[in-house]
T-cell receptor, first 114, second 113 residues
Framework: GAGVSQSPSNKVTEKGKDVELRCDPISGHTALYWYRQSLGQGLEFLIYFQGNSAPDKSGLPSDRFSAERTGGSVSTLTIQRTQQEDSAVYLC????????????FGSGTQLSVL | AQTVTQSQPEMSVQEAETVTLSCTYDTSESDYYLFWYKQPPSRQMILVIRQEAYKQQNATENRFSVNFQKAAKSFSLKISDSQLGDAAMYFCAYRSYNNDMRFGAGTRLTVKP
């Protein structure tokens, strides 16, 4: 596609339910990042992938959070047993594998946990 | 992991004036990249400027320039001739040798007409 695609754009769920957020990066981009942004706040690092592997998972807030990437392309971020504090915008970004390359961001998934 | 600190949660500037946004970072690496991104209310992230740690010359992009002090681990952004369209959240970011990328907490810039 022309840009990074995230789905759904909005997700409302009940506390305790599981949710899956999807990110479709730009074709050919080997690096993929997940960040979380609460209203008016900064970007909290969650995880990044180089190809299909995630060198650093330390940003995941708890063991309720997991992420995977398959085929060096699509990534899913799964949140189990959602809590109200999980409510935020979840941003995905991708880039070519070179460090001077800018990140291309998706429009985000707004997650609301009731 | 590296940390990025933006100590100014909010800044304001008069239109046509100059403003400087601060950023410091903590790292033991010698080779890395630094970035400034802008996030307007649309939430879309826009790259403003980037700097390679090995380059001593400060990067410049039109009205945007940086003051990169490697020894001090400081990377400030200067916006000259501020325009109303510059109003946004500004994020400083650090990209490690292994592509790990961390952002600061952001500075909200208001431009007064």
């Amino acid at each position: 596609g022309a840009g990074v695609s995230q789905s759904p754009s909005n997700k409302v769920t009940e506390k305790g339910k599981d949710v899956e957020l999807r990110c479709d990066p730009i074709s050919g981009h080997t690096a993929l990042y997940w960040y979380r942004q609460s209203l008016g706040q900064g970007l909290e690092f969650l995880i990044y992938f180089q190809g299909n592997s995630a060198p650093d998972k330390s940003g995941l807030p708890s063991d309720r959070f997991s992420a995977e990437r398959t085929g060096g392309s699509v990534s899913t971020l799964t949140i189990q047993r959602t809590q109200q504090e999980d409510s935020a915008v979840y941003l995905c970004a991708s880039s070519l594998g070179y460090r001077d390359e800018k990140l291309f961001f998706g429009s985000g998934t707004q997650l609301s946990v009731l | 992991a590296q940390t990025v600190t933006q100590s100014q949660p909010e800044m304001s500037v008069q239109e046509a004036e100059t403003v400087t946004l601060s950023c410091t970072y903590d790292t033991s690496e010698s080779d890395y990249y630094l970035f400034w991104y802008k996030q307007p209310p649309s939430r879309q992230m826009i790259l403003v400027i980037r700097q390679e740690a090995y380059k001593q010359q400060n990067a410049t992009e039109n009205r945007f320039s940086v003051n990169f002090q490697k020894a001090a681990k400081s990377f400030s952004l200067k916006i000259s001739d501020s325009q109303l369209g510059d109003a946004a959240m500004y994020f400083c970011a650090y990209r490690s040798y292994n592509n790990d990328m961390r952002f600061g907490a952001g500075t909200r810039l208001t431009v007064k007409p």
